[in-house]
């Protein structure tokens, strides 16, 4: 499906300045162009008036950046409109960066300054090196995230390399900030070794109350976590297998309240044997679910295929109990739950018709999920996406703003199994029973209860599973 097809959406708004004869009806002629052509008003301001010409500010989302060149060569063609400028607010908006450093004190007299540098910062850095672990309490070591990429498998661009990967780490350290007061920095790493990117974040490691890996490609995102785990006394986690793990499975939690099924009794399809899919799998097994059957490109990962690499022969291992054989769809069979986390379009509703009573769909695919839920929605349950313009959207803010506000709270040493089962059910039970429908079953990003309940159930897990360095 194009691009073309996707609703117009405030990712990719514009602003036109317009210069419009003062005349009746001209106003409504602008907006009439702006609607035929699929565009949709956001807001009209007058910038200035004069007898003859008013200059208008409107605000249109658009679909992409094609159909917003469309829409600004009709009202350029318009009797009586001049085009005076158009600028992209998704541009503007990451004008000079999305996040700074901001100082915490003044800095107005002398004293101050002798307090906060020299002479009086030395007695601080003497007091840290007799006692290392006060670096936690005495420097921004204490809340601070290193978010950390190599620019290989960004969202929906893939390997685009280090400094375009910066937009998307600022982001990252900017939901940080703004959703769970944690402060992140975003560090794209000019490299994709394995041996140097882990040499690279042990070394910088000292600023760091945590580290969070980012758009690192499989299998080395494995490598990379597995390693730095093992080298660092603070925590490591990756989201985009992590993140997409706690979410989906609390997404699951809820589902299957709606359709009153057990983890034990399900057989769960998942497409995708990537970083996230791996670690789905991984989650879903923690909550009890035995049956699970991965498929890949050509077809169900068997135990018994020779083209598999090292990560899918281990997955082959732990999964798929009966061995199945076949394609996506054979393997599809009675399904409770498929979970997509692959591409576009790679089921479609005969698939779904061979699932068992009340099928479960998450298709998490961006920005094309792997089933248009238009399609599903008549033939599912319960039908979950990656995407912000559907319900149910699967998204990692759910979890790790949470996840790192209370890992540094207790100055964790790891993110265990534990602490993101502890996750998982804290997002899910944000719904209470009274609100959860099949529409309903992820709250909104922007719940504020999310963050501190996840918070709080991480810090408990961490003190329960022995990984806490602060008191309980």
Do not use: W
């Amino acid at each position: 499906m194009h691009s073309e097809e996707y609703v117009p959406t405030a990712s990719n708004s514009i602003t036109a300045r317009l210069a419009i004869e003062n005349k009746p009806g001209m106003l409504a002629e602008i907006t009439s162009t702006i609607g035929k052509h699929g565009g949709n008003i956001g807001a009209i301001d007058i910038v200035r008036a004069r007898d003859s010409v008013l200059v208008r500010d409107i605000t249109i989302n658009t679909r992409s950046d094609d159909h917003a060149r469309t829409i600004i060569t009709h009202l350029g063609d318009l009797k009586g409109v001049r085009v005076v400028d158009v600028s992209d607010r998704t541009f503007l908006l990451h004008l000079g960066g999305k996040i700074e450093v901001n100082s915490k004190v003044p800095l107005r007299t002398r004293d101050q300054l002798s307090m906060a540098y020299t002479p009086g910062v030395a007695r601080v850095c003497e007091a840290i090196h007799d006692r290392p672990d006060d670096a936690h309490r005495l420097t921004i070591k204490s809340n601070t995230v290193a978010v950390v990429s190599d620019g290989t498998a960004v969202l929906g661009l893939g390997d685009i390399g280090p400094e375009a990967a910066i937009p998307v780490m600022e982001g990252k350290a900017q939901l940080l900030k703004e959703f769970a007061g944690v402060n992140g920095f975003p560090i794209c790493l000019d490299t994709t070794d394995v041996d140097e990117i882990v040499d690279t974040v042990v070394r910088m490691a000292p600023v760091f109350g945590a580290i969070n890996l980012e758009d690192i490609g499989a299998p080395r995102c494995f490598e990379i976590e597995d390693r730095l785990r093992e080298r660092l006394d603070i925590p490591v986690f990756h989201d985009d297998q992590h993140g997409t793990a706690v979410v989906a499975v609390a997404a699951l939690i809820n589902a299957l309240k709606i359709v009153d099924k057990t983890p034990e009794s399900l057989k769960v399809v998942l497409v995708g044997i990537g970083a996230a899919g791996t670690a789905v799998t991984h989650m879903l097994q923690n909550m009890g679910i035995e049956n699970i059957i991965g498929v890949d490109r050509q077809g169900a990962v068997t135990r018994d295929r020779t083209d598999l690499n090292k990560a899918k022969r281990a997955y082959a291992a732990q999964t798929n109990p009966h061995n199945l054989t076949g394609s996506l769809s054979e393997v599809m069979d009675d399904a409770d739950v498929f979970i997509g986390l692959s591409g576009p379009n790679v089921i479609d509703v005969d698939d779904l018709h061979r699932m068992a009573d009340d099928p479960i769909v998450f298709a998490m695919a961006n920005p094309e999920p792997e089933i248009r839920p238009e399609k599903a929605y008549p033939h599912v349950a319960v039908m979950a996406t990656g995407r912000s313009d559907y319900p149910n959207q699967i998204n990692n803010v759910l979890c790790f703003p949470g996840m790192f506000k209370g890992a540094l709270a207790c100055r964790a040493t790891d993110i265990t199994d534990g602490m993101k089962l502890a996750a998982a059910y804290a997002v899910a039970d944000t719904i209470d029973d009274a609100s959860r429908t099949a529409d309903y079953i992820v709250p909104s990003v922007f719940d504020k209860a999310v963050v501190d309940r996840v918070a709080e159930a991480v810090e408990a897990a961490a003190h329960e599973e022995g990984v806490a360095r602060t008191r309980s």
